[in-house]
């Protein structure tokens, strides 16, 4: 039953992954209204994570839950990533970022597969700390997901403007959308991210005592460069005023410290 689930998830995120990036960058056709392909784009995301909620489903039946390791906890985090776009897009022309959660959601579904019997590396299981680590993390990932993929999309958008690209472009919001859109994901992904710091050195000192932390330096300055990037991004806005290329390179640089730490926990595994 996982196999035959995990077989229908993945095509439907691959459709949606077509769909949505076949006609990328096109001029929409006369009346601005989508075109059928782009149309069914959406229903296959939402077809391919219920797919991939059912699955992960399965595997908690199984013990491989995402408490497990942390390719099983990056499968739930790209799920929560599709979700929360899922929600974002609902009445906002947001269809070029679906182009990038679409294979998102895929490759942490295809990795949630192929790893689910990988052995915890390190880290002796930390009952409810440990819990609300993973949930925090795993929230903080996705929110971190989406959040640099609206700066993406809008660092590519200031450019066709600088660049006098006027040409437009199906599915693409205003910049002052897209930067307010940008600094409301960060404002919510922020405090969750900061408790997924302060329950992972909960756990890492539980498991071991503090002598532990040695252990995890790279990951502790990851995160560490991942929180100053937030925080910095919202203290220059609320202060200076702040926001632009600016704010979305430094939403961007974050999402890099939170992929490297993943990166990190995945090579230890």
């Known amino acids: 039953m996982q196999l035959v689930l995990f077989i229908t998830a993945a095509l439907a995120y691959g459709a949606a992954s077509f769909a949505y990036g ?19 784009a959406r229903p296959l995301l939402v077809l391919g994570a219920v797919l991939h909620t059912l699955l992960i489903g399965l595997q908690c039946v199984d013990g491989d839950h995402p408490l497990k390791n942390i390719y099983l906890a990056t499968s739930f985090g790209t799920l929560v990533a599709a979700l929360g776009y899922v929600g974002l897009s609902r009445g906002r022309p947001l269809e070029p970022l679906g ?13 949630g597969v192929a790893f689910s019997s990988v052995n915890p590396a390190t880290l002796p299981g930390g ?43 199906q599915g693409t919001m205003s910049l002052t959308g897209l930067d307010r859109l940008h600094h409301r994901l960060v404002l919510l992904v922020t405090p969750v991210f900061t408790l997924a710091i302060v329950t992972g050195v909960l756990w890492i000192l539980q498991a071991g005592g503090p002598h532990m932390l040695r252990g995890r330096i790279f990951e502790i300055v990851a995160a560490f460069i991942a929180w100053l990037a937030s925080i910095a991004l919202l203290v220059m806005r609320a ?28 090579v230890r595994g």
Do not use: D, N
Request: charged share 15%; net charge positive.
């Open 22 to 40: 076949a006609e990328a960058g096109e001029t929409p056709a006369a009346g601005g209204a989508p075109s059928g392909l782009r149309r069914r």
């Open 99 to 111: 182009a990038v959660m679409a294979p998102v959601a895929l490759c942490g579904l295809a990795l």
């Open 127 to 169: 009952g409810g700390i440990a819990s609300a680590h993973v949930g925090f993390a795993s929230a903080g990932l996705a929110g971190f997901t989406l959040a640099a993929a609206v700066a993406g999309l809008y660092l590519v958008t200031e450019r066709r403007l600088r660049r006098k690209q006027f040409r437009a472009v």
């Open 239 to 266: 202060a200076w005023g702040s926001r632009g290329r600016q704010s979305a390179w430094l939403t961007i640089a974050a999402f890099v410290a939170v992929v490297l730490i993943v990166v990190s926990y995945g």
